[in-house]
């Protein structure tokens, strides 16, 4: 099997800023009830006329240019998202045109908040076994789309944005391994109701509010740190590796406490944990590989340094890698 790592990244997020003092106009909460229970202080919100393919084209572009590779060297795109920009064709196909990566197949992946660590895993699949040579993994979110911003349980935690990374075979370092999970049992936690062939679009779900995201937050924050520390030793098990071993854990942004409750269980010092929660809040798919390009970008991943990611979202569904960088 051939090594496999990232070699290129790039994000991309709106300009407008909503911060917990515009949404004290919308529904009844304060900042400070926000920043203590979540550590968010503001979030993106994409225009009217962006859609998800716009914020991933962009991140995409960046993270091709960073790898110093034209989009006609990519032979695979894989999209992870839950707010594409139609339900059919892929999100990814119209990426795809978009850079006129003329040599590459594209796919949607739907693994919500893990959705990006199961994006990479694919990748990494492809290119380990010598199928392919390039692969650019996006994760983006318009999750402003699909918020109820009646509803102050669920509107205070989301944003917009877009990571990318390039995949490739590397010399040295690369991925040294990954873990997936489901348990499909707990979807009703986590979940958009309408809009599927469960439930198609009608008057009666559009005005029932069916077509926003729907949240259990409370129960859902125990299993998450319960799913992200099992997640986090998993993986470091699998790769022979300990907690001692990790340089900076990069985790999906959807609470701050939930990230330092998984990193005390897991013995990792906070210094060690990587957190941009309080300027993006939770934005699914795009999170954990805005917040891996993020720390790349400020020198907080260096070379040869052991990186974990680690991710939870609908489903229910987790999924964690240890990089060499
Ligand atoms: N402002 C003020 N009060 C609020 C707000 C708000 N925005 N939202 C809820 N409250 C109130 C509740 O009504 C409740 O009031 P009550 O006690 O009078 O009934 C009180 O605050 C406490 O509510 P809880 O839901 O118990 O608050 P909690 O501390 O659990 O925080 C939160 C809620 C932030 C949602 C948290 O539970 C959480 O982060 N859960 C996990 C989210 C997650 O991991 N999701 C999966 C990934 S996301 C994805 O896949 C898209």
Not at 199 to 210: G, I, N, Q
Not at 250 to 266: T, Y
Not at 295 to 320: N, P, Q, S, T, Y
Request: glycine share 8%.
């Amino acid at each position: 099997m051939r090594r496999v790592g990232i070699i290129g990244v790039g994000e991309y997020l709106p300009d407008k800023v909503l911060t917990n003092h515009d949404l004290e106009k919308l529904v009844d909460t304060t900042d400070e009830w926000i920043i203590t229970r979540t550590g968010i202080k503001e979030r993106r919100i994409a225009s009217d006329n962006e859609a998800v393919s716009d914020l991933a084209i962009k991140a995409a572009r960046e993270a091709l240019e960073d790898a110093k590779l034209a989009p006609q060297d990519l032979d695979l795109i894989i999209l992870a998202t839950v707010t594409g920009d139609m339900p059919f064709p892929s999100t990814a196909s119209i990426v795809q045109n978009a850079l006129s990566a003329k040599h590459a197949a594209a796919l949607d992946i739907s693994a919500a908040c893990a959705g990006f660590v199961y994006a990479l895993s694919i990748a990494q699949q492809f290119i380990a076994s010598g199928t392919y040579k390039n692969a650019l993994v996006i994760g983006a979110e318009k999750l402003s789309a699909v918020t109820d911003w009646k509803d102050r349980n669920t509107c205070v935690l989301l944003g917009d944005g877009a990571g990318a990374c390039v995949v490739s075979e590397v010399k040295e370092g690369g991925i040294l391994s990954t873990y997936l999970g489901c348990d499909g049992s707990n979807m009703e936690l986590l979940n958009m109701p309408a809009g599927g062939s469960r439930m198609p679009a009608s008057h009666e779900t559009v005005d029932s509010r069916m077509h926003y995201l729907k949240m259990r937050g409370n129960e859902l924050f125990k299993i998450a740190v319960k799913s992200m520390t099992m997640a986090a030793e998993k993986v470091l098990e699998q790769a022979g590796l300990t907690f001692r071993d990790v340089d900076l854990i990069v985790p999906h942004q959807a609470n701050s406490r939930i990230i330092l409750a998984v990193a005390k269980k897991l013995g990792i010092p906070e210094d060690k944990i990587y957190l941009n929660i309080e300027k993006y809040g939770n934005m699914s798919s795009a999170s954990t590989v805005t917040a891996l390009v993020e720390a790349v970008k400020e020198g907080r991943v260096k070379k040869g340094d052991i990186v974990l990611l680690d991710a939870f979202g609908a489903g229910l569904v987790w999924g964690a890698c240890v990089i060499k960088w």
